[in-house]
């Protein structure tokens, strides 16, 4: 086992506990070094690399990362640098091609520098490789966390909180209207509209998600469609209200855009909670054969899926969330992660 790794994500220390993404890759490095270290900010993260001269660095995001990979360059550190690059979305949102000169040029001087670059997908890996010059990419798939991984199939087949009385969907994300535009929920509040006389079932999706500037622009468009009774707001949730959500769900929708990958969707699937996404992104190499992949991002695909679902048989729809479950924890196990990465660090 090597000794030290400075772990630098340039964002508030109180994401790094929030956040699965970062829990994983904290997860995965301590089982690979003997200490990992957290720096809060940038000048930490200089005294750590003086400090400590046989240490690694592993980076999260390459924008926001340069000033730290360029100082690991300099002491003469091996960098790993992971995260998620949007070289494309049809949502119209920001992408590599149209932010401003600074990121795109701390992002491609990032890539370069970096002793090893890991992408969490295979959608991210040939987008970003076929346009920008990287040094050394590599696929390492986004994981579950450790604790995640440990869970035990047992539930689903014994606690099974399917009702088949009601059809509860479930919408988690950041409410802001770059990403309620990004992850196509207006279209999906539309679709609420249209199939929720077409089914003999009580319909409800709960939206889960950090108050942001379209929280007000989704109440008036739920007023607008006349689907209030339907829709129920969760701000703000715990981790553990949240599991609790993804047991309960009958469907994630999460028809998105672009996904870099989909820590969302890999969560719900670890609780056997199925998934509806698009075939953007990496979206549908999580999902796989377990959920629903709609090929056009509209009101009247999404209205097919839920009433097709909300007419399988409990058996059917059992066997749906054990197989979600399945491919959450045999292809994105936490494992199978720690063992790539111990891979990569032999070379």
């Given at each position: 086992m090597?000794?030290?790794?400075?772990?630098?994500?340039?964002?508030?220390?109180?994401?790094?506990?929030?956040?699965?993404?970062?829990?994983?890759d904290i997860d995965m490095l301590n089982e690979c070094f003997e200490e990992v270290l957290l720096p809060?900010?940038?000048?930490?993260?200089?005294?750590?690399?003086?400090?400590?001269?046989?240490?690694?660095?592993?980076?999260?995001?390459?924008?926001?990362?340069?000033?730290?990979?360029?100082i690991a360059k300099f002491f003469g550190k091996k960098i790993f640098c992971t995260g998620a690059i949007h070289m494309y979305d049809y949502s119209g949102n920001r992408t590599y091609y149209n932010r401003g000169f600074i990121y795109k040029l701390f992002t491609t001087l990032s890539l370069k520098l970096s002793s090893h670059n890991i992408f969490i997908s295979k959608d991210q890996y040939l987008a970003i490789t076929s346009a920008l010059k990287?040094?050394?990419?590599?696929?390492?798939?986004?994981?579950?966390?450790?604790?995640?991984?440990?869970?035990?199939?047992?539930?689903?087949?014994?606690?099974?909180k399917i009702n088949q009385k009601e059809i509860n969907l479930l919408f988690i994300g950041w409410l802001s209207k770059y990403s309620i535009n990004r992850k196509s929920l207006i279209i999906t509040l539309n679709a609420i509209k249209l199939i929720r006389d077409q089914i003999d079932k009580k319909l409800t999706i709960n939206i889960c998600g950090t108050k942001s500037d379209g929280v007000e622009f989704l109440r008036k468009k739920i007023n607008y469609l006349e689907i209030e009774e339907n829709i129920v707001f969760n701000f703000d949730i715990s981790q553990d209200l949240k599991d609790d959500f993804y047991e309960k769900s009958d469907l994630l929708v999460m028809p998105?855009?672009?996904?870099?990958?989909?820590?969302?969707?890999?969560?719900?699937?670890?609780?056997?909670?199925?998934?509806?996404?698009?075939?953007?992104?990496?979206?549908?190499?999580?999902?796989?054969?377990t959920g629903y992949i709609i090929n056009n991002i509209d009101a009247e695909?999404?209205?097919?899926?839920?009433?097709?679902?909300?007419?399988?048989?409990?058996?059917?729809?059992?066997?749906?969330?054990?197989s979600a479950f399945k491919r959450a924890h045999n292809i994105f196990g936490f494992n199978k992660k720690v063992k790539s990465f111990k891979k990569l660090l032999k070379h």
């Amino acid at each position: 086992m090597q000794k030290k790794v400075i772990f630098y994500a340039n964002v508030s220390p109180k994401f790094l506990d929030k956040w699965e993404y970062y829990i994983a890759d904290i997860d995965m490095l301590n089982e690979c070094f003997e200490e990992v270290l957290l720096p809060k900010n940038l000048k930490q993260f200089i005294t750590l690399c003086m400090k400590y001269s046989d240490a690694n660095i592993y980076c999260w995001w390459w924008h926001r990362s340069f000033p730290a990979i360029l100082i690991a360059k300099f002491f003469g550190k091996k960098i790993f640098c992971t995260g998620a690059i949007h070289m494309y979305d049809y949502s119209g949102n920001r992408t590599y091609y149209n932010r401003g000169f600074i990121y795109k040029l701390f992002t491609t001087l990032s890539l370069k520098l970096s002793s090893h670059n890991i992408f969490i997908s295979k959608d991210q890996y040939l987008a970003i490789t076929s346009a920008l010059k990287v040094n050394n990419p590599e696929l390492i798939y986004s994981s579950l966390t450790k604790k995640r991984q440990s869970q035990n199939q047992e539930f689903i087949t014994t606690k099974s909180k399917i009702n088949q009385k009601e059809i509860n969907l479930l919408f988690i994300g950041w409410l802001s209207k770059y990403s309620i535009n990004r992850k196509s929920l207006i279209i999906t509040l539309n679709a609420i509209k249209l199939i929720r006389d077409q089914i003999d079932k009580k319909l409800t999706i709960n939206i889960c998600g950090t108050k942001s500037d379209g929280v007000e622009f989704l109440r008036k468009k739920i007023n607008y469609l006349e689907i209030e009774e339907n829709i129920v707001f969760n701000f703000d949730i715990s981790q553990d209200l949240k599991d609790d959500f993804y047991e309960k769900s009958d469907l994630l929708v999460m028809p998105s855009y672009m996904e870099g990958f989909g820590n969302a969707t890999l969560e719900a699937m670890s609780f056997g909670c199925p998934v509806l996404v698009s075939r953007f992104g990496a979206s549908p190499e999580v999902v796989g054969e377990t959920g629903y992949i709609i090929n056009n991002i509209d009101a009247e695909s999404i209205a097919k899926v839920i009433r097709n679902y909300s007419e399988l048989p409990f058996l059917e729809k059992l066997n749906m969330r054990k197989s979600a479950f399945k491919r959450a924890h045999n292809i994105f196990g936490f494992n199978k992660k720690v063992k790539s990465f111990k891979k990569l660090l032999k070379h």
